[in-house]
Nanobody
């Protein structure tokens, strides 16, 4: 059984910052790509940022220069530092990881954490 647990969401004023964290637990042999997605009501879930085991990152254009993704392979964790937050960043943020359990690799998702940016 593999679980991803997120923390760090909340309410912040525009221009502020938040740091999201996600830790994987359970039968994890290794984690390939990790990342963060977000979703607002009535819209599809969208990629925010991803990072592979070597540290190669990928960002949605709207967050480049404001958000920074990082990971700690030894601790099965991924973080998202979000600076200069805007009201349009308001969403439920989901942690994602492609995990190898020793048999197969598959995608796992956290339950989501709400981020609200007030204007």
């Amino acid at each position: 059984q593999v679980q991803l647990a997120e923390s760090g969401g909340g309410v912040v004023q525009a221009g502020g910052f938040l740091r999201l964290s996600c830790v994987g637990s359970g039968s994890i042999t290794s984690i390939n790509r990790m990342g963060w997605y977000r979703q607002t009501p009535g819209k599809q879930r969208e990629l925010v940022a991803t990072i592979d085991r070597r540290g190669t990152t990928n960002y949605q254009d709207s967050v480049k220069g404001r958000f920074t993704i990082s990971r700690d392979n030894a601790k099965n964790t991924v973080h998202l530092q979000m600076n200069s937050l805007r009201p349009e960043d308001t969403a439920v943020y989901y942690c994602y990881a492609n995990i190898f359990t020793g048999f197969v690799s598959r995608d796992y998702w956290g339950q989501g954490t709400q981020v609200t940016v007030s204007s």
